[in-house]
């Protein structure tokens, strides 16, 4: 155990399912859900190798290494500037790393070296808070209307193609298994922040994708939503998606994700386990000054001071 470590705690139990949760079994989630496959067989989800990126004249990543293999549920944690954004963009391809000497590939999703983004969808679905405005602007969009978007990786459906009755019916599934089927007729620029955040996970879901990357899923949500999102997300990681978080929020990492990377400064400061690294000692050398960790009722919260 590395030093400073003896004063974490074990690892929370896993809850039982909560009564808010959708009943799986209805909606026939094998029709929306891919079938698992054997991780060992399968290249990384993603993939860093001494990735370093320049935002100006400033660098913002150091030779970020990082390996993800598919079916590893993951956190990424860190202070607000400790490259979490920057690792989103990455993969988002909206940066870019710099080239490295040899000719070595420093990032790679799903074994490939250059990937669209859109058609990666029916893999790794991408859940951020841009993509959630983007949609409020779009006139008179409803929240079937902005998951249906998901199968064209559009932003409005497109005049030019068929809407079929099977993308209408996945995608109340997929409202139905994040709790959020209630919404399907609303406008999606009268919803909540909380509410946001189902839909557009839904409209990743819609793809049937192995896997989902969150971008800070619970920013600007109350104390309900927030709970609402942890049992979302826990739903999904029992069915067999992969999910990689990116958050500075404790509280949001799920019991089933047991990995756990620490950011700092664009560096890996710590990588380890959920009981390894959510307690006193690493999380106060990451976030840079007193965090103190407790367990209630089988979670995890975190205060400063």
């Not at 809850?15 to 698992?36: F, G, I, Y």
Request: aromatic share 4%; net charge neutral.
């Amino acid at each position: 155990m590395a030093p400073g470590l003896a004063n974490c705690i074990p690892a929370p139990p896993r809850r039982a399912p909560s009564s808010r949760e959708p009943a799986l079994s209805s909606l026939n989630p094998a029709a929306v859900v891919p079938p698992a496959a054997d991780a060992g067989t399968l290249p990384p989800l993603i993939e860093l190798d001494r990735a370093s990126v320049m935002r100006g004249q400033v660098k913002v990543l150091h030779g970020l290494s990082l390996r993800i293999a598919q079916g590893q549920h993951t956190a990424l944690l860190g202070p607000n500037g400790c490259g979490k954004s920057t690792f989103i963009k990455l993969i988002t391809r909206e940066l870019y790393p710099l080239a490295h000497a040899d000719g070595h590939v420093p990032v790679k999703v799903l074994g490939q070296n250059r990937w669209q983004v859109d058609r990666l969808r029916s893999q790794l679905g991408i859940v951020t808070g841009d993509l959630s405005s983007t949609l409020a602007d779009m006139p008179g969009l409803t929240v079937e209307q902005a998951v249906l978007t998901g199968f064209f990786a559009s932003y409005v459906l497109p005049a030019f193609r068929e809407i079929t009755q099977d993308m209408r019916e996945r995608t109340r599934q997929t409202l139905a298994m994040t709790g959020a089927l209630a919404l399907h007729g609303r406008s999606y620029a009268e919803l909540s922040a909380g509410e946001t955040r189902r839909v557009l996970i839904a409209r990743a879901l819609v793809n049937r994708p192995h896997a989902l990357l969150l971008d800070e899923p619970s920013t600007g949500l109350d104390l309900v939503a927030r709970q609402q999102l942890v049992d979302t997300m826990q739903s999904l990681a029992r069915q067999g998606i992969t999910l990689v978080l990116v958050t500075h929020h404790v509280e949001e990492i799920i019991p089933e994700i047991e990995r756990v990377v620490l950011l700092r400064d664009g560096r890996v400061l710590a990588d380890g386990t959920r009981a390894e690294l959510l307690c006193d000692a690493p999380l106060s050398a990451a976030f840079g000054g007193p965090i103190s960790v407790v367990e209630q009722h089988g979670r995890l919260a975190a205060y400063a001071g």
